[in-house]
Nanobody, 126 residues
Framework: QLQLVESGGGLVQPGGSLRLSCAAA????????IGWFRQAPGKEREGVSG????????KYADSVKGRFTISRDNAKNTVYLQMNSLKPEDTAVYYC???????????????????WGQGTQVTVSS
């Protein structure tokens, strides 16, 4: 079964940057669209960004557009989320997940993704 592991979270000041990684154990990510999601305390999990199987297409939530960049390196079996100009409202647990069908990356619906990682905490605070 595909297992995803997130890393790279931490505490950063407003305006700072972090790069999250989503790696797969024992299975290749080559055949999966990947999504990044986040969940803040008391709020529902929301889609942040998605990337197609080829990496040629991406999608971003309006709240992160222009600040976050998703990419994938299939040779390293890893998907990245580069987060710049971080704001306090970006504070959340960030999860990656694999799309249950090819175009799931373009919809970022929680129900269209599986094999969720355990999450990595991102805290933006001065």
């Amino acid at each position: 079964q595909l297992q995803l592991v997130e890393s790279g979270g931490g505490l950063v000041q407003p305006g700072g940057s972090l790069r999250l990684s989503c790696a797969a154990a024992r299975f290749t990510l080559d055949y999966y669209a990947i999504g990044w999601f986040r969940q803040a305390p008391g709020k529902e999990r929301e889609g942040v960004s998605g990337i197609s199987i080829s990496g040629g297409s991406t999608k971003y939530a309006d709240s992160v557009k222009g600040r976050f960049t998703i990419s994938r390196d299939n040779a390293k079996n890893t998907v990245y989320l580069q987060m710049n100009s971080l704001k306090p409202e970006d504070t959340a647990v960030y999860y990656c997940a694999a799309g249950l069908y090819g175009s799931a990356w373009n919809h970022l619906l929680v129900s269209d993704f599986g094999s969720w990682g355990q999450g990595t905490q991102v805290t933006v605070s001065s």
